[in-house]
């Protein structure tokens, strides 16, 4: 019955409206509004547990995020042009090292679209040691829409959304959150 939620929702009514008055021929304009609308409203939140996936690193093993349930992960989304992401990675790094130990760990997703033919040296020169990915439209569906990169979402240890960052935001910031899911 999850269809009921959006019954009750104004923007269902106006699509229903608006497909009224255009006729037929708004039928795929609305349709298409109102699968957005779906996918937005399934997207990620604070609170919700995060969505599960699989993929494979540049060395072929595969990562599945409901097996790191356990640990404090930090699944960050990003690509070798993005300048903010360049520099998150230096302290992911650190992060990695620091709290590896006590159940801690980053997942990369990348997002570029020239694979790992970009991303396997952007990973040499600045010496990754944690598990990266490569995005595809199925992780992208399940974590919503990118508009601009990074973006972070710090998992707790019973697999929970901790936090969200669209952007580049303080180091401090990621390490008070990391350290208090720790604890």
């Not at 609308?37 to 996936?53: C, R, W």
Request: net charge neutral.
């Amino acid at each position: 019955m999850e269809y009921m939620r959006f019954i009750r929702r104004p923007w269902f009514w106006f699509l229903l409206l608006a497909t009224a008055a255009v006729g037929w021929r708004g039928v795929p304009w609305a349709m298409h509004s109102l699968a957005t609308s779906i996918l937005a409203a399934k997207a990620p939140v604070v609170g919700n547990e995060a969505p599960d996936f699989e993929a494979k690193t540049a060395s072929g093993s595969t990562v599945r995020l409901s097996e790191l349930r356990g640990k404090v992960v930090l699944l960050n989304f990003w690509a070798t042009w993005c300048g903010p992401c360049g520099i998150e990675t230096p302290w992911f790094i650190e992060f990695q090292e620091k709290w590896q130990a006590r159940g801690f760990t980053v997942v990369g997703v990348s997002l570029d679209d020239d694979g790992w033919s970009v991303v396997r040296p952007w990973l040499q020169e600045h010496k990754v040691r944690y598990p990266v990915v490569l995005g595809d439209e199925d992780i992208g569906r399940l974590y919503g829409s990118m508009e601009a990169l990074p973006v972070t979402f710090v998992i707790g240890r019973d697999g929970k959304i901790a936090a969200i960052h669209a952007g580049l935001i303080p180091k401090a910031d990621y390490e008070k959150e990391i350290v208090r899911l720790l604890n």
